[in-house]
């Protein structure tokens, strides 16, 4: 991966495979987005020239979905990116999936929560 390159973290409810007909699909099967999350960032700097290189799926108008989740990320992501929270941002759910389409990466997990897929833009090493 290259810089602003895009990995997707996705929940065991995205469809992964037919969003990633044009990336790199990897499964982790048994593993949640937050230990995947954290693996990866000890490694993989987010991009410093956007404002929210990590983006999650807006939860969709008429759900009552809460996304606990969401803060976990934050903590992740605050300890490896000095914005912290602010290095976050959401997009509508459908948007996500056409940005998901043109990531280089879509790792597949078993994460049950909902609304748990994240989306990150790889920065300079």
Not at 59 to 72: L, Q
């Amino acid at each position: 991966m290259g810089h602003s390159d895009r990995i997707v973290i996705a929940d065991g409810n995205f469809p992964a495979e037919s969003m990633g007909k044009n990336a790199i699909v990897i499964r982790c099967d048994g593993h949640g987005v937050p230990e995947i999350l954290d693996a990866i960032l000890q490694l993989f700097p987010l991009d410093t020239y956007v404002p929210k290189p990590a983006v999650l799926m807006e939860v969709m108008k008429g759900d009552n979905a809460k996304t606990p989740i969401w803060d976990t990320y934050k903590e992740i992501i605050s300890k490896y990116d000095q914005r912290g929270s602010e290095a976050v941002g959401t997009i509508e759910r459908f948007a996500f999936y056409e940005e998901a389409k043109k990531a280089y990466a879509i790792i597949a997990t078993s994460e049950k929560a909902i609304y748990a897929n994240i989306m990150l833009q790889k920065g300079v090493i």
